[in-house]
């Protein structure tokens, strides 16, 4: 399908609201000003929205899956129940963000600031969250299997419950970190000198 390319036209056009379930899918919109947009619902599955504004836009329950949002601006978006699954968000700001239930599998995070955000019961399996700031995140009930955390910072996070079997915290910063309840097994790998048990972490069996 060939890439459509929404850059010749003004921020006008999407001052109006699009027909629910619209599809943009495969969209250009890198660098596009969609602030205060009503997207919901919308499908934006592999379109590329780098260094775009999204600050304040309505993005519940949008299909986002693949689509490039690195670089994007996130201010108070509203991202209820939307599918990010394996999208590049790299290097985004999403600090204090509500993303609760959001679907993140095998998402790309890496750089990525989600200090104070809430990320309750979120799947990031597979998901990619080197180098990313999770200061002070709430992560309880999160799923972390096979999850790349290698020197992200966790300081403070919570933690609690959270599924921890096969994650990657080598070189991270658990400062502070709320574990009580968190599930991990012997192939967790924890940061040098970590004794998740004193934590209250729960070893559990592989399989």
Known sequence: MQ?????????????????????LFEANLSGANLSDADLHYINLNSANLSEANLSYAELNDAKLQKTN????????????????????????????NDLDYVKMRAVKLMGANLSGASLKSVDLTWANLSNTNLKGANLQNASFWMTN????????????????????????????????????????????GFDPSANKALLKPEY
């Open 3 to 23: 890439e459509a390319d929404f850059n010749e036209f003004s921020d006008s056009v999407f001052a109006c609201n699009l027909p629910t379930h619209a599809s």
């Open 69 to 96: 949002l690195s670089g994007a601006n996130f201010k108070n978006t509203n991202l209820s129940f939307a599918d990010l699954s394996g999208a590049n968000l790299q290097n985004t700001n999403l600090r204090g």
């Open 149 to 192: 955390l290698q020197n992200a910072n966790l300081k403070g996070a919570n933690l609690q419950k959270a599924y921890l079997k096969k994650a990657n915290f080598r070189g991270a910063n658990l400062e502070g970190a709320n574990l009580q309840g968190a599930i991990y097994s012997e192939s967790t790998v924890f940061p040098k």
